[in-house]
């Protein structure tokens, strides 16, 4: 075991830190409210922290390399605008809260506490909600992980991504199979049952045999959840000029299928539920936080180039919107510090707009989209007004691929591996019928 002297500077802000997780409880605990709360007054929170220690090779997300920053000045930003926007959306719960990035695990757990007591003294927070930290395995040692546990985080998603030296050094990774491997026993003594970890699949060159012996050693350390990801080339990534300049090959579409089929396969032997089409869990260890993403449920973006989805106060409660922040940090944190949030983009959604994505969201699901859900976001069209009368619908649900039944509309075991192709006959089918709008007497078709 790898054994770590902590700086004496940051031993007092985790110290600090893990005195405030127990002000947190304290304070949600206090008074508020435990009846029962509105859909439409519940979310979630996502804390996007934007900085990494390097840029991977197949990354395009929203971080930037440090330099010289001022991490209580970012604190006292995401305070803010945790603030003003819980305060905009008239959240009354929010049930789990997860901080990504970027590397958030980069962060001091002060800043985590911090963020956290905030919500639980603008909000209801419970004590067990959800908590999930996105963590590097060279940026979280046992002792650094302890303190964020300290601090209210409950959930670890590990980006292992892969437990091939080699194709760590291709994606730009910072860690070696042993570091990653490591991290991950420290992280189950201390979140037993709540670690999930990250595995790509679809990488140039990979080959399916020796990528299924990956999944199966990491099934030998593993926890109770899963992530399967298919490496997707992005312009503009070192990994994409790379594969267009002929450094590389490209990927095989039809060797990370055949990955992605044999993986979840494996998965299901071990006793893994494919609860998602990325994700795999056992023992009932769902992520709460992305099942409010799938079930198109309100949640609250935080931090340079978050995204959200909530009903601002004054909108009537009717028209959601979709929200994207200020993507460089410096000037989000300008745009907070004068405006007390930094919401660049606001986008209200249409009707149908929010239907299309109650339909592709909800399909990612093995649980797919029950009626009752359904009738929450459209009162008047059934699932059977939309995809009863099709005929191309009978032909995916003749082929096996769909089911519509009672209980509502879901993708098969086989279905859900080709989802983005079933999308191409539901979302036209929903579109004509939104414009024909026009419900059958009878429920149920």
Not at 177 to 204: H, I, K, N, W, Y
């Amino acid at each position: 075991m790898r054994t770590v002297t902590l700086p004496r500077a940051r031993v007092g802000v985790w110290a600090a830190a893990a005195k405030v997780a127990p002000r947190r409880r304290r304070v949600e605990d206090g008074g508020r409210s435990r009846s029962p709360v509105a859909q439409s007054q519940r979310a979630a929170l996502y804390v996007h922290w934007p900085y990494c220690e390097k840029r991977c090779s197949y990354c395009n997300f929203n971080k930037y390399i440090p330099r010289g920053v001022e991490e209580a000045a970012v604190r006292g930003c995401l305070v803010t605008e945790a603030q003003t926007l819980l305060r905009l959306s008239g959240v009354q719960r929010v049930d789990s809260v997860f901080f990504g990035g970027g590397t958030p695990s980069l962060a001091s757990p002060h800043t985590v506490a911090a963020v956290l007591e905030t919500v639980a003294q603008a909000t209801y927070l419970p004590a067990d909600s959800e908590v999930t930290l996105e963590a590097n395995p060279t940026s979280a040692p046992a002792s650094r992980l302890a303190a964020f546990g300290a601090a209210g985080v409950n959930r670890l998603s590990i980006g292992l991504q892969s437990l091939d030296d080699t194709e760590l050094q291709l994606l730009g990774r910072t860690h070696s199979a042993s570091d990653a491997l490591q991290t991950l026993a420290e992280a189950r003594c201390l979140f037993p049952g709540r670690v999930s970890v990250d595995l790509m699949l679809g990488l140039p060159a990979q080959q399916v045999r020796p990528w299924l012996r990956q999944l199966e050693e990491l099934l030998r350390h593993c926890d109770d959840h899963i992530s399967l990801y298919q490496l997707s080339l992005e312009r503009g990534t070192a990994l994409f000029t790379q594969v267009q300049q002929g450094a590389l090959p490209a990927p095989d579409p039809e060797l990370a299928a055949e990955m992605y089929q044999e993986g979840r396969a494996v998965l299901r032997e071990a006793g893994f539920r494919q609860y998602e089409v990325s994700n795999f869990a056992r023992n009932g260890a769902l992520s709460t936080h992305n099942w409010t993403y799938w079930q198109c449920g309100q949640y609250i973006g935080i931090g340079p180039g978050a995204h959200g989805r909530f009903m601002p106060q004054g909108a009537g409660g009717l028209t959601r919107e979709a929200r994207i922040q200020t993507l460089e940090p410096d000037n989000w944190m300008k745009e907070v510090m004068l405006f007390g949030h930094g919401t660049r983009k606001r986008l209200p959604l249409g009707e149908l707009e929010l239907l299309e994505e109650v339909l592709a969201m909800g399909l990612r699901t093995d649980v797919g989209i029950t009626h009752q859900h359904w009738r929450h976001f459209e009162p008047q069209l059934t699932l059977w007004d939309v995809f009863g009368r099709s005929v191309e619908v009978d032909a995916l649900l003749e082929q096996g691929l769909l089911l519509l039944d009672h209980r509502g509309l879901r993708c098969s075991w086989e279905g859900l591996a080709v989802l983005d192709s079933l999308l191409l006959t539901l979302l036209p089918q929903l579109q004509e019928a939104w414009q024909q709008k026009t419900p059958s007497p009878v429920p149920g078709g």
